[in-house]
């Protein structure tokens, strides 16, 4: 994996095609990963919906490499709506 800022990546886009090649280059603006960058094989590959299942979606090369968050989910009950 590759990450180029915004600033090098405009400067050295021959570099980031090549770095393509090896995997996804992320591109950051202000620290943060605003843009993936990848081979037309590697997109490819991820849009044919191939995919059997989930666990075969969730298995892709790379995916555990970007960033995910999620906020906690918070759930309330009423008497009445519990069975």
Do not use: W
Not at 27 to 41: A, Q, W
Not at 59 to 74: A, G
Request: proline share 4%; with cysteine.
């Amino acid at each position: 994996m590759t990450t180029l800022t915004s600033k090098e990546f405009n400067h050295e886009v021959g570099k980031a095609k090549r770095a393509a090649c090896q995997g996804a280059v992320f591109i950051t603006d202000r620290g943060k990963p605003t843009h993936v960058l990848l081979s037309i094989d590697e997109y490819r590959k991820m849009t044919q919906h191939s995919h059997k299942n989930i666990v075969e979606a969730l298995s892709m090369p790379y995916l555990s490499e970007i960033p995910f968050e999620t906020s906690r989910l918070t759930i309330l009950t009423h008497d009445k709506d519990i069975f």
